[in-house]
């Protein structure tokens, strides 16, 4: 009932730039905190960056002055800029939601299916 779709994966050189894109659709009464994660062959999945309905970001130390998420509520569209793109990079990034349903429902979390990201060296 809740759908989420990344895109924005692909291929690029250290050093080169990609922009994840994560669009919520479907049964949505609001959205609260939207996340990205990315597993890399072999890990566990970690936390990349978070942000808020009100727009309050946090990063993992890896990524802090690389990366940037943002948002647009209106679109229930999260996005992540990656600049400075390093071969540890390379991961399947995941979008995930926090979402509430209905004015009556709890929030739940929905993911999305992945998109791959490979930087070359």
């Known amino acids: 009932q809740v759908q989420l779709v990344e895109s924005g994966g692909g291929l690029v050189q250290a050093g080169g730039s990609l922009r994840l894109s994560c669009v919520a659709s479907?049964?949505?009464?609001?959205?609260?905190?939207m996340d990205w994660h990315r597993q890399a062959p072999g890990k566990q999945r970690e936390l990349v960056a978070s942000?808020?309905?009100?727009?309050?970001?946090n990063y993992v130390d890896f990524v802090k002055g690389r990366f940037t998420i943002s948002r647009d509520n209106a679109k229930n569209t999260v996005y992540l800029q990656m600049n400075s793109l390093k071969p540890e990079d390379t991961a399947v990034y995941y979008c995930?939601?926090?979402?509430?349903?209905?004015?009556?429902?709890?929030?739940?979390?929905?993911w999305g299916q992945g998109t791959q990201v490979t930087v070359s060296s």
């Open positions: 479907g049964r949505i009464f609001s959205i609260n905190d």
């Open positions: 995930d939601a926090l979402v509430r349903q209905s004015s009556s429902s709890n929030y739940a979390i929905h």
């Open positions: 942000i808020s309905s009100a727009g309050i970001t």
